[in-house]
């Protein structure tokens, strides 16, 4: 086990709100990833880090930003949430091997 | 648009037969190719790689077959089981980001 810990694991919240989704390690890897996953487009890549305070964009960055002040902690927030960002959201690190170690995932859920 | 193209979306394979999911890609700078296993309410995890160096992988019953030339790959399990019934997603790395396939659901009957 990479000791990777995602939360919160469910979150409903509604349109306008700000949300933020932690994502912890224990192993102090270097990088750290944010996809959201969703029927028919698989998993997709919207930011990631290359260490504390070094982010970068995915595939579908717009409408979220990330902060990373510690090795330890990846954050992604959602400034004004949409009904399009409901989803499920997964932190993953990447280890040694150069795999990338998925966590548990985060449901969130805007009405 | 999609760097990574998979097909087929679902699968239905009897116990003991053969499952073929076939990813394609674009970009020739991609040097790695995992294949991703996914339960339901879990995280993906990964099941078998391949870098383009070599055309074919095997580990137990999952095999890699990579064409560089065509830009394919897919995987192939052998002898299918029920316990394989799951979402596979191939994924092709570069500059640090892996990028994924839409996925296939596999289900497995006995």
């Known amino acids: 086990d990479a000791g990777i810990t995602q939360s919160p694991r469910h979150k409903v919240t509604e349109t306008g709100t700000p949300v933020t989704l932690r994502c912890h390690q224990t192993e102090n890897h270097r990088y750290m990833y944010w996809y959201r996953q969703d029927p028919g487009h698989g998993l997709r890549l919207i930011h990631y880090s290359y260490g504390v305070k070094d982010t970068d964009k995915g595939e579908v960055s717009d409408g979220y930003s990330v902060s990373r002040s510690k090795t330890e902690d990846f954050l992604l927030t959602l400034e004004s949430a949409t009904s399009s960002q409901t989803s499920v959201y997964f932190c993953?690190?990447?280890?040694?091997?150069?795999?990338?170690?998925f966590g548990e995932g985060s449901r969130l859920t805007v009405l | 648009q999609q760097q990574v193209k998979q097909s087929p979306q679902s699968l239905i394979v009897q116990k003991g037969g053969i499952s073929i999911i076939n990813c394609a890609y674009e970009?020739?700078?991609?040097?790695?190719f995992p294949w991703y296993q996914q339960f339901p309410g879990k995280g993906p995890a990964l099941l078998i790689a391949?870098?383009?160096?070599?055309s074919e992988k095997k580990e137990g019953r999952f095999t890699i077959s990579f064409n560089k030339s065509a830009k394919q790959f897919s995987l192939h399990i052998m002898d299918s089981q029920p316990g394989d019934s799951a979402t596979y997603f191939c994924?092709?790395?570069?500059?640090?980001?892996?990028?994924f396939g839409t996925g296939t659901r596999l289900q497995v009957f006995p």
């Open positions: 391949i870098r383009p160096d070599v």
């Open positions: 970009n020739t700078a991609f040097d790695y």
């Open positions: 993953a690190i990447k280890i040694a091997t150069g795999e990338l170690f």
């Open positions: 994924a092709a790395s570069g500059a640090d980001k892996l990028i």
